[in-house]
């Protein structure tokens, strides 16, 4: 069973600034297959980047995803105070079907 | 725009059963995995289950096989979630979600409903 671990748990940034969220898997990942959340209090989550790297309809392009084996990244450039939730990342296509991360929570 | 709609927020004791439902667009229900996501309280999102309403094809995590049931209407473009012997450890807010894209291989969510708070408690 693959286990996505992302670090860190929180991070603490300000407006402007540019957040790099990480998300390690315990055995190597197809890139087509890796998602990024964003969900903000009282809400349901909402998809940002699926394929590892394209973003979802809608999202601005000052989010970006990169990466594979291993190890994959969610960037965010020119943080908005919009941007402040927490971002969990998923790996779709193994057994179990869907696995997240523990989430990694953005803050001001 | 393609909604995803949920049921009211439930309060359960111990070993009751509970059907929660998730009501989906006719026109791109049956071609889309509707997928089941937990989220205790403070915690993070865990994929229940999936259901493909077209054929009914079901698929469950592990962690839960066994003590829900996923099924879906496709004349009438709900999925369902439910339990047929509630736990206080099933306290929690369920989400329904459809799959990105319109095939059998897995994707990502990208329609989610607004969730179902289920509360169980003596």
């Known amino acids: 069973e693959i286990v996505l671990t992302q670090s860190p748990a929180t991070l603490s940034l300000s407006p402007g600034g540019s957040a790099t969220l990480s998300c390690r898997a315990t055995e190597s990942l197809t890139v087509t297959y890796l998602a990024w959340y964003q969900q903000k209090p009282g809400q349901a989550p909402r998809l940002l980047i699926y394929g590892t790297s394209n973003r979802a309809t809608g999202i601005p392009d000052r989010f970006s995803g990169s990466g594979s084996g291993t190890d994959f990244t969610l960037t965010i450039s020119r943080l908005e105070p919009e941007d402040f939730a927490v971002y969990y990342c998923q790996y779709y296509g193994d057994s179990p079907l869907y696995t997240f991360g523990q989430g990694t929570k953005v803050e001001i | 725009e393609v909604q995803l709609a949920q049921s009211g927020a439930e309060v359960k004791k111990p070993g009751e059963s509970l059907k929660i439902s998730c009501n989906g667009s006719?026109?791109?229900?049956?071609?889309?995995?509707i997928g089941w996501v937990r989220q205790m309280p403070g915690r993070g999102l865990e994929w229940m289950g999936s259901?493909?309403?077209?054929?009914?094809?079901?698929t469950y995590s592990p962690s839960v096989q066994g003590h829900v049931t996923i099924s879906a209407d496709e004349s009438t473009s709900v999925a369902y979630l439910q339990w047929g012997s509630l736990k206080a450890s099933d306290s929690a807010m369920y989400y329904c979600?459809?799959?990105?894209?319109?095939?059998?291989?897995?994707?990502?969510?990208?329609?989610w409903g607004p969730g179902t708070w289920v509360t169980v408690s003596s």
């Open positions: 979600a459809r799959q990105r894209t319109g095939s059998y291989a897995p994707d990502s969510f990208d329609i």
């Open positions: 006719r026109n791109s229900f049956s071609s889309y995995w």
């Open positions: 259901i493909f309403p077209g054929d009914s094809d079901t």
